[in-house]
C-alpha cells in the first residue's frame, strides 16, 4: 500500500498518532508563567521528554509560551500546541535530556 494509504480518511491522523512520542502519567502542581508574565499553578497530568499536558486557568491559544519550572530540570520554555476546556498541551524549545528526564519522574512520583 504504500504511502497510499494515506490518501483514505482519517489515515493520516492515524498514522501521526503512531508516531506520537509516548507520554507519562503524572499529578503535580507546578509554577509558571504566562505569555503576560502573569504567574500560574498549573497541575501537569502528563509528561515526556519533549512536552506536557496540564489544567491551566486562563484563555490560551497556540502559539502562546510559557515558562514552566519543572523539579530537577529547572525552567523550561514550553510552545501551547493546542488548549481546550481548561486544558493544554504544550511542546518543549529545546527537550529534557533523558537521564535528566528519568530523574524528574522520580521526584514527581515521590510527591
Do not use: K
Not at 506536557?52 to 519543572?70: I, K, S, Y
Not at 523550561?76 to 528526564?101: H, M, T
Amino acid at each position: 500500500m504504500g504511502d497510499r494509504a494515506l490518501t483514505y480518511p482519517g489515515a493520516r491522523r492515524a498514522y501521526a498518532d503512531q508516531r506520537a512520542e509516548d507520554r507519562d502519567e503524572v499529578h503535580f502542581r507546578a509554577r509558571a508563567f504566562g505569555p503576560d508574565a502573569r504567574a500560574l499553578s498549573p497541575v501537569i497530568v502528563n509528561l515526556s521528554p519533549h512536552g506536557l499536558m496540564a489544567r491551566c486557568e486562563g484563555a490560551f491559544a497556540a502559539g502562546d509560551r510559557l515558562r514552566v519550572t519543572l523539579p530537577v530540570v529547572g525552567v523550561v520554555v514550553a510552545e501551547i500546541r493546542w488548549a481546550l476546556g481548561g486544558r493544554i498541551g504544550c511542546q518543549f524549545e529545546q527537550g529534557i535530556d533523558r537521564a535528566s528526564y528519568y530523574e524528574l519522574l522520580s521526584s514527581v512520583m515521590r510527591r
